[in-house]
């Protein structure tokens, strides 16, 4: 016979058996899609501002991310690298070093194969680079960057979380990166830890980039790639055709700047994987028909966006702001469309099981 003390205890073990399971059971299929991707980009936002490489708060976020991935059950990877970047007290010239060290949040769903579909977003946000941009309010510690890039970060989120459960064909990697804003130099360090090999096996790289301030959504093929091999531009395609299919406008780089070629994109994590050769794809909103015709201008210029923009600036790139002077639910819509949109993507190239 068991003693009572133990028989209590089994009796308690059983107990919080049971609210495990509880906590277990998949935490977002009963909520609508894009409800989680949203939550988390509030939360980020609101409650890690100023996540700069190589700061303690950006640290901070890293943790945060891993600690919500191991919540939907992966086994998150933390991957320090150095994060240096120049700053001009007084504008140009008189650059003193910034050093510091960064992460990459790396999480994954192994595949039954041994090919790899990277999946990624910055978490960081802008650091100023001059005491004039800091007095401005350009980059620093009041920056939550929720449309750059707390947006992308709650899509892969919520991707991971739909996910976790998931037996894919292909190895679906899950990459926060960081230090994206002082030179995609968490992505750069994510490239340079591949091998020849490893760089062959990855089918495709989707980042995911500023989904909120823009005008509309866009996919396209990475410069390089593409430029070598038109084929490289077939999963961009597929994304346009598959969200024509879900009544969604999504559109691509109409090239109307030869320095950014019809079709391609620019400037994001992409890019690092884009020049190693490996296909990509990236999805941002903004708006490639406004401004210098480079993507940069994302809507028209207004009272509430007086440069049409609101990259990098801690007074517009803030959720009270967003959510007052953008159009609709745009905060609850966009990633609702992008989750919806890389969903069905990631079925159909992943080897995922139809919905059931
Ligand atoms: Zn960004």
Redesign the pocket.
């Known amino acids: 016979m068991k003693p009572v003390l133990q028989l209590l205890t089994e009796r308690s073990c059983a107990c919080a058996l049971v609210v495990l399971v509880v906590l277990w059971s998949p935490p977002t299929l009963a909520e609508p899609v894009g409800a989680l991707a949203e939550r988390e980009m509030r939360t980020l936002a609101t409650d890690f501002p100023g996540r700069m490489a190589g700061t303690d708060q950006e640290r901070a976020a890293a943790d945060h991310l891993a600690g919500r991935l191991s919540d939907f059950g992966y086994q998150p990877e933390l991957v320090p690298f150095p994060a240096r970047y120049s700053f001009h007290p007084m504008g140009a010239g008189h650059a003193r070093e910034r050093a510091g060290t960064s992460h990459n949040v790396i999480a994954e769903r192994p595949g039954r194969s041994d090919r790899v579909i990277i999946v990624g977003a ?1 978490y960081d946000t802008a650091v100023a680079r001059s005491l004039a941009q800091a007095e401005a309010g350009i980059g620093g510690p009041e920056l939550q960057g929720v449309d ?2 707390a947006s992308g970060v709650g899509v892969i989120l919520e991707l991971a979380a739909r996910l976790a459960e998931e037996k894919p064909e292909h190895t679906i990697r899950f990459i926060a990166f960081g230090a ?2 002082t030179g995609l130099l968490g992505a750069r360090h994510a490239v340079s830890l591949m091998s020849a090999q490893e760089r062959e096996r990855v089918l495709l790289m989707i980042n995911i ?2 989904i909120l301030t823009g005008d509309r959504l866009y996919v396209h093929a990475g410069p390089a790639t593409y430029a070598a091999d038109a084929g490289n531009g077939r999963a961009r395609d597929r994304v346009l055709a598959l969200a024509d299919e879900l009544g969604m406008a999504v559109a691509t780089n109409p090239g109307l700047n030869p320095e950014y070629p019809a079709g391609t994109g620019c400037c ?1 994590d992409q890019m690092a994987f884009d020049e190693a050769g490996i296909p990509v794809i990236s999805m941002e909103a903004t708006n490639w028909r406004l401004g210098d015709l480079d993507g940069y201008q994302q809507t028209e210029i207004s009272e509430a966006f007086p440069a049409g923009e609101t990259w990098h600036n801690a007074q517009l790139d803030r959720i009270e702001y967003l959510e007052a002077h953008l159009p609709g639910e745009r905060l609850s819509e966009r990633p609702a469309e992008v989750v919806t949109l890389l969903l069905a993507f990631l079925r159909e190239i992943a080897g995922l099981a139809d919905e059931p």
């Open positions: 910055h750059d890039n994206e804003e980039d500023s994001s």
